[in-house]
């Protein structure tokens, strides 16, 4: 019975030994950011963790690793960016600097082609709806305003 839980403990923990391994391995021998991403995610490991095994080897070429990242899965987009944060914001200094690196993560992924409306919050105010009413179209009372059927009513 030992054997066996010794041997199940071998089978979890070998594969991602091997797999850290195998990135680390990989930028030592120089491969570029794609190449290691695509060498550890051929090897079975998702690519959230491969971006948070390549950033903690790699902190300095995050921007790189995102945008690899996503060109390779732009459906997980949001992932991999809350992947890379984890690791390299985690330890930002305030909020305004975490904010900042979290901001370098979303333009590295949408220079990389993501859609921004899936990785990031909608930040313009205004109606749920679409629909424009006459009103809101009306000109101001007495000609103000400086036109007429003007969308502004000042």
Same mark, same amino acid.
Request: hydrophobic share 55%.
């Given at each position: 019975?030992?054997?066996?839980?010794l041997?199940?403990v071998?089978? *979890? +923990?070998v594969p991602? /030994?091997?797999?850290t391994a195998?990135?680390?391995?990989?930028f @030592?021998?120089g *491969? #570029?950011?794609?190449k290691?991403?695509?060498?550890a $995610?051929a !090897?079975?490991? #998702? +690519?959230?963790n491969?971006? $948070? /095994?390549?950033v903690? /080897? @790699?902190?300095g070429?995050?921007? /790189?690793?995102?945008?690899?990242?996503?060109k390779?899965s732009p459906?997980n987009?949001? @992932?991999i960016i809350?992947?890379a944060?984890?690791?390299? =914001?985690?330890n930002a200094?305030?909020?305004? *600097?975490?904010a900042q =690196?979290?901001? $370098?993560m979303?333009?590295?992924?949408?220079?990389a !082609?993501a859609?921004?409306?899936l990785?990031?919050?909608?930040?313009?105010?205004?109606?749920?709806s679409?629909?424009i009413?006459?009103?809101? *179209?009306?000109?101001?009372?007495?000609?103000a305003? !400086?036109?007429?059927?003007?969308a502004?009513?000042?």
């Amino acid at each position: 019975m030992k054997i066996k839980m010794l041997a199940l403990v071998a089978c *979890l +923990v070998v594969p991602f /030994q091997l797999a850290t391994a195998d990135i680390k391995a990989d930028f @030592k021998a120089g *491969l #570029s950011v794609a190449k290691v991403l695509a060498n550890a $995610t051929a !090897g079975g490991m #998702s +690519v959230e963790n491969a971006v $948070t /095994q390549m950033v903690t /080897q @790699k902190p300095g070429k995050v921007g /790189q690793i995102v945008a690899a990242a996503v060109k390779a899965s732009p459906n997980n987009a949001a @992932k991999i960016i809350a992947a890379a944060t984890s690791i390299k =914001c985690s330890n930002a200094a305030t909020s305004v *600097l975490k904010a900042q =690196c979290v901001d $370098t993560m979303i333009s590295a992924a949408i220079a990389a !082609g993501a859609n921004p409306t899936l990785i990031t919050t909608a930040t313009a105010a205004g109606p749920t709806s679409r629909a424009i009413t006459a009103a809101a *179209l009306a000109p101001a009372p007495d000609g103000a305003g !400086g036109g007429v059927a003007v969308a502004s009513p000042n």
